[in-house]
């Protein structure tokens, strides 16, 4: 209820601003034309496509994350070497602006999906990737001992101790990617220009006269897009582990 209330607020203030002309409404449209517009664009054959190869890309990027992130995950948090050895390595890429890789890799793949789903990958893959080593740290420690001490090896602690107790972080991880994985994927058709896919959209209706109404309208798209995304992660998250609090995570930026 209280999450509905800020979003009409926000709502009224945005159509009072532009009605009352305190703004041109060339720079902010009221905001029922925007709904309207975004309405509007639901019946949008090609817009709808556009959206579907953004959804394409992040899908991708974000599977691909997931595949080559948690196993390292696992391999750094179990073994103390490996983590050491590929420590410097791993901060070095981390902090790394994933939009600004987005003209090498243009340079390196070309066009099309490929760029979008490598930067999506990219910047997808650290959440996962710490919150799976942070996970394997907090696993209890004693039924770790307890296996052990009957005589079940490291690859038998891991599946049955380690990965069951790192999961809910694991969970976290990825809803904490797949927003960043819809940023990097939107982002880069708007910075790249080439495509097709909701950023198009929007970088295309920002260049065209009077198109503020259509570039809000696409961010609108975008907006619900991610909610709509991270509500059934968390949805998925409160079903799989009704015991955690469905808030973990360590956040990475982009």
């Not at 039924?143 to 107790?165: H, I, Q, S």
């Not at 409160?238 to 808030?247: C, D, H």
Request: glycine share 14%; hydrophobic share 55%; proline share 5%.
């Amino acid at each position: 209820m209280l999450g509905a209330l800020g979003v009409l607020l926000a709502f009224g203030v945005c159509e009072a601003v532009s009605r009352a002309g305190i703004v041109r409404r060339s720079y902010l449209p009221p905001a029922s034309e925007v709904l309207r517009r975004a309405v509007e664009l639901a019946g949008d054959r090609t817009f709808l496509e556009g959206v579907g190869a953004t959804l394409h890309a992040w899908a991708l990027g974000l599977g691909l994350a997931v595949a080559l992130a948690v196993p390292l995950g696992l391999l750094l948090g179990s073994v103390p070497v490996v983590d050491a050895a590929v420590r410097a390595i791993v901060e070095f890429l981390r902090p790394l602006p994933s939009v600004a890789l987005i003209p090498l890799v243009s340079l390196l793949l070309g066009s099309g999906t490929e760029t979008k789903v490598a930067l999506v990958t990219y910047a997808s893959v650290w959440p996962i990737l710490f919150n799976t080593v942070y996970g394997l740290g907090e696993t209890d420690p004693l039924a770790k001992d307890t296996l052990r001490a009957f005589g079940f090896g490291r690859l038998a602690v891991l599946l049955r101790v380690e990965l069951p107790g790192t999961a809910p972080f694991i969970a976290a991880g990825i809803r904490i990617s797949a927003a960043v994985a819809l940023i990097l994927a939107v982002a880069t058709e708007i910075l790249s220009g080439f495509g097709e896919g909701l950023g198009i959209f929007i970088a295309q209706s920002g260049l065209a006269t009077n198109g503020t109404r259509d570039v809000l309208a696409g961010v609108v798209w975008a907006g619900a897009l991610g909610l709509v995304i991270n509500g059934v992660l968390v949805w998925g998250e409160r079903r799989l582990f009704p015991w955690t609090s469905g808030e973990r995570g360590v956040g990475v930026g982009t």
